[in-house]
C-alpha cells in the first residue's frame, strides 16, 4: 500500500515543545525544506505502489528527506539514520512535528525505496533540488547550460613509478626490441627480473630499505647487461636496427671503454 499522509496527534503533547520554536528559522536546513514542495514527492512515488494491498509505507517525505542529508553530509545509511535521532534540524527537514528518541526506520529500508525508485527517480531528485535552488535565486539557468566535472580526485588505475618498475619496464622494451629485430641475447633476465621485483615490493612494503636497496642494485645490474650486450650487438648490426633502438648505443661507447682497457696492459 502506498504511504499515508502523516496526521498531527496532539493527544499527550501538551508539554512537549515543538521542533519549530526549538530550532533557529535561519538555519540552511530550514529555509532549504519550505522551498521543496513535498507533495511532488507524493504525487510521484506513490505510482510505485498497489492502493489496497499490504502495510501503508513509509512516509514519503521521510525517504526524500533522509536520502538528501545522505548526500549532502556524505554518510551511509546507517549514520544517516543514527544521526537523525540527535539532530533536531534534520528531523524538521523530514517532516516531523515534535522532537523523536526513536529511529524512523530501519537503515536497509533506503536501499529497498533506491531500487524501487531506479535510477530514473533518483535523477528525479536531483530536478526537485535545481527547481529549489532557482526558486532561492541562488542557482541561475545559464550556470546548468554546461557542466565542468572536475576528476582529480577520481580514482585512477595509475601505477607509482618506482625504480624498479621503471627499470623493467626497459629491460622488457629492450627484449621486444631484440626479438623484432633479430637480435640474440646471452640471456634475457625474465624470470630474474621477476623475482627481484616481488622481493623489492615485498622489502619497501616491510620497511626493510636497506634489503630493498640491495636487490633493487642487483635489478640494476641485470638490466646494464642487456644495455651492454645490446650495445657490442649494434656495433655490427646495420642502420635501420640502430635506429630502431633509439640511441641505446652504436658501440661507441664500448668501443672506447675496450681500447682505453687494452692501453692500460700495454
Known amino acids: 500500500m502506498g504511504p499515508e499522509e502523516k496526521e498531527e496527534d496532539l493527544s499527550g503533547e501538551l508539554f512537549r515543545n515543538r521542533l519549530d520554536n526549538m530550532i533557529d528559522q ?46 549532502v553530509y556524505k554518510l551511509s545509511d546507517e549514520d544517516v539514520v543514527a544521526r537523525w535521532v540527535e ?101 634475457n633476465y625474465n624470470r630474474v627480473a621477476k623475482r627481484l621485483l616481488r622481493k623489492i615490493g615485498g622489502y619497501a612494503h616491510a620497511k626493510q630499505y636497506k634489503r630493498m636497496r640491495r636487490e633493487l642494485k642487483k635489478l640494476k645490474t641485470r638490466v646494464g647487461r642487456v644495455v651492454r650486450d645490446i650495445e657490442r650487438q649494434l656495433m655490427h648490426a646495420p642502420d635501420e636496427v640502430r635506429e630502431a633502438f633509439n640511441g641505446v648505443g652504436d658501440g661507441k661507447a664500448i668501443a672506447e671503454a675496450e681500447t682505453n682497457r687494452q692501453e692500460q696492459y700495454l
Request: with cysteine; hydrophobic share 35%.
Open 26 to 71: 535561519r538555519h540552511e536546513l530550514v529555509r532549504l525544506s519550505a522551498l521543496i514542495d513535498w507533495s511532488v514527492f507524493e504525487r510521484q512515488w506513490g505510482q510505485l505502489f498497489e492502493n489496497k494491498v499490504g502495510a501503508p509505507a513509509i512516509a514519503t517525505r521521510l525517504i526524500a528527506g533522509l536520502h538528501y542529508l545522505k548526500h
Open 87 to 187: 539532530n533536531p534540524y534534520h528531523q524538521y527537514f523530514c517532516g516531523e512535528t515534535y522532537f523523536q528518541h526513536e529511529v524512523p526506520i530501519h537503515p536497509s529500508s533506503l536501499s529497498r525505496w533506491r531500487k524501487r525508485m531506479g535510477e530514473e527517480g533518483c535523477e528525479w531528485m536531483l530536478t526537485v533540488t535545481i527547481d529549489a535552488a532557482k526558486q532561492a535565486t541562488a542557482l541561475k539557468s545559464e550556470s546548468i547550460k554546461r557542466v565542468s566535472i572536475d576528476t582529480t580526485v577520481q580514482e585512477k588505475a595509475v601505477a607509482y613509478p618506482t625504480d624498479s618498475k621503471l627499470l623493467n619496464a626497459i629491460r622488457k622494451r629492450l627484449v621486444k626490441l631484440c626479438q623484432q629485430h633479430g637480435l640474440s641475447l646471452r640471456q
